[in-house]
């Protein structure tokens, strides 16, 4: 099936330190979605990509459909201590069905 | 309800036996959504509502996974003769138009272990 990888897999930074994350594909996606799961919870969505190129800022963070719509990033600025968590891009293959493919995630800690 | 709500959180059952997992969806979304999640990976989808119809059931891994909503509201997650590999967290997610222009929230979950 599709597949995705994240990088990097897990990261500990120290608060304040910006954070960049990145998702990549062997296939075109249509879509490209961020969430970010705490412990014990459902993937919240934090950003969603819809063109290639397209940059999306929400607050602290901003995301990018790559040109080539087979990667994206994720950057955290200014990073604190309740940005710990997993994050996980989703890729939709085409417009049409509903289902989206999720990385494996990439686990990030936030050390005071 | 305000949110996504699954019942029961969890979920432990022997080998062999059949499980039944709830989702309650946030209310008037006609969208509903299954996916499962193993340990250290992210979410995998199962299956797609619109309404009371299985729109899209192409990631059910086998015929002992099954899941209904009969009134375009409520759904449930059936497994028959579980297996030790069937553990992990089962998540529902729902919003208000298919599409995630709409919104896709998720619920969360249902942690099912099989013993």
């Known amino acids: 099936g599709q597949q995705l990888n994240q990088s990097p897999q897990s990261m500990f930074i120290q608060e304040g330190e910006d954070v960049s994350m990145n998702c990549t594909s062997s296939?075109?996606?249509?879509?490209w979605l961020w969430y970010k799961q705490d412990p014990g919870e459902g993937p919240v969505l934090l950003i969603a990509?819809?063109?290639?190129?397209e940059l999306t800022s929400n607050g602290r963070l901003t995301a990018q459909f790559g040109i080539t719509r087979k990667d994206s990033f994720l950057n955290i600025s200014a990073s604190i201590p309740s940005d710990v968590g997993i994050y996980f891009c989703?890729?939709?293959?085409?417009?049409?069905?509903?289902?989206?493919?999720f990385g494996p995630g990439t686990r990030l800690s936030v050390l005071p | 309800g305000a949110g996504v709500s699954q019942t029961p959180s969890n979920k432990v059952t022997e080998k062999g036996k059949y499980v039944e997992l709830r989702c309650d969806p946030i209310?008037?979304?006609?969208?509903l959504y299954w996916y499962r999640q193993s340990l250290g990976q992210g979410p995998e989808f199962l299956i797609y509502?619109?309404?009371?119809?299985?729109?899209?059931d192409s990631g059910l891994p086998n015929d002992r996974f099954f899941a209904v909503r009969p009134e375009g509201s409520v759904s449930t997650l059936k497994i028959q003769r579980t297996e030790r590999g069937d553990s992990a967290v089962y998540l529902c997610?729902?919003?208000?138009?298919?599409?995630?222009?709409?919104?896709?929230?998720f619920g969360s979950g249902t942690r099912l272990t099989v013993v």
């Open positions: 209310s008037g979304h006609t969208a």
């Open positions: 509502f619109q309404g009371t119809g299985a729109a899209d």
């Open positions: 990509l819809y063109k290639a190129g």
């Open positions: 296939s075109i996606f249509n879509t």
């Open positions: 997610a729902s919003s208000l138009r298919p599409g995630v222009l709409y919104g896709y929230t």
């Open positions: 989703a890729g939709q293959l085409d417009n049409y069905g509903q289902n989206f493919v």
